[in-house]
């Protein structure tokens, strides 16, 4: 597939997703977005992979929706279009893991898109932001409903009603990112976490991705059941027999996705 505003890259049965507008800061236009959705959606279909990546480059992991090209539009424009809809809806349906490895500017939906994905590896130069209050609008892709679940109310109204941006070790300080490292071992600790995920049987990966987001949708008394379901029914599965034989006979599980 010819992308223009995103690289693609198959390694080691990891999908490797790169935006690339840099005269932009991979600013989200309605190319890009599409494009994006394009790949994410074909690295879930293809069997070759079985971890996602998604990154930037070290200036931006994206500075945001594209502001030229929503400056113009009208209340019917943007509702007819519905792109950010969009985003959450096919994101929401990848069922691979997906990691977002963040250097610098994740802003507005940039930041958003970031926390779509499963968690967020960030380098010491990441800042993330909500400052779409700056240019007369709020978040779009979830930064006032996901930013709130991952560092409670009050950072939350902090940084959509200031607009302040936040760093790296604030943002692992309050949950946002699961890891800060050098911004020179960023794409390393990535890939070599994707690489662990890759190892894992994929039914089983898939469904711990499942169950923890279940989390987000509903009661703890519910969640806890269906948490239940899910472990009971990893029993039909031969990599169940084949991870605990190998734990058992002391060797390394070969997972079969079966
Ligand atoms: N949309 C379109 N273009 C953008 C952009 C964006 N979100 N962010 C940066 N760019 C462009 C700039 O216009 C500039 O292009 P030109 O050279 O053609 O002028 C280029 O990228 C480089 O940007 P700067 O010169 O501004 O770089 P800087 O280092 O001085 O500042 C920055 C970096 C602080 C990130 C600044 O670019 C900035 O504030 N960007 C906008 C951030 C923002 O408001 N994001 C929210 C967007 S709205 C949104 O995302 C809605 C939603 O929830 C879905």
Do not use: W
């Not at 006032?144 to 940084?159: A, E, N, P």
């Amino acid at each position: 597939m010819a992308f223009e505003t995103i690289i693609v890259e198959i390694e080691d049965h990891i999908g490797l997703i790169k935006l690339n507008r840099p005269d932009a800061l991979n600013a989200l236009n309605s190319q890009l977005i599409s494009e994006l959705l394009e790949a994410l959606e074909s690295a879930d279909a293809n069997d070759k992979v079985r971890c996602i990546v998604l990154t930037g480059s070290d200036k931006a992991f994206a500075a945001g929706a594209d502001i030229k090209e929503m400056s113009e539009m009208s209340f019917v424009d943007v509702s007819n279009i519905n792109l950010f809809g969009e985003v959450n809806a096919r994101i929401g349906a990848i069922r691979k893991p997906i990691i977002a490895a963040v250097s610098g500017y994740a802003l507005g939906g940039g930041c958003e898109l970031a926390m779509a994905c499963d968690f967020i590896i960030a380098s010491e130069s990441a800042k993330f932001g909500q400052p779409e209050i700056n240019l007369g609008v709020i978040a779009g892709i979830g930064g006032s409903q996901r930013l709130t679940r991952f560092v409670g109310k009050s950072k939350s109204m902090d940084m959509n009603l200031t607009g302040r941006f936040m760093d790296s070790a604030e943002a692992e300080r309050s949950g946002l990112v699961s890891r800060v490292v050098p911004n020179k071992k960023l794409m390393d600790e990535a890939m070599g976490a994707a690489q662990k995920i890759a190892e894992k049987s994929l039914i089983t990966a898939r469904t711990a991705k499942e169950a923890v987001n279940r989390s987000f949708e509903t009661t703890l008394e519910e969640g806890l059941l269906f948490e239940q379901r899910l472990f009971h029914s990893l029993f039909a599965t031969e990599d169940q027999k084949e991870g605990m034989a190998a734990f058992i006979e002391k060797r390394q599980a070969q997972f079969r996705d079966k």
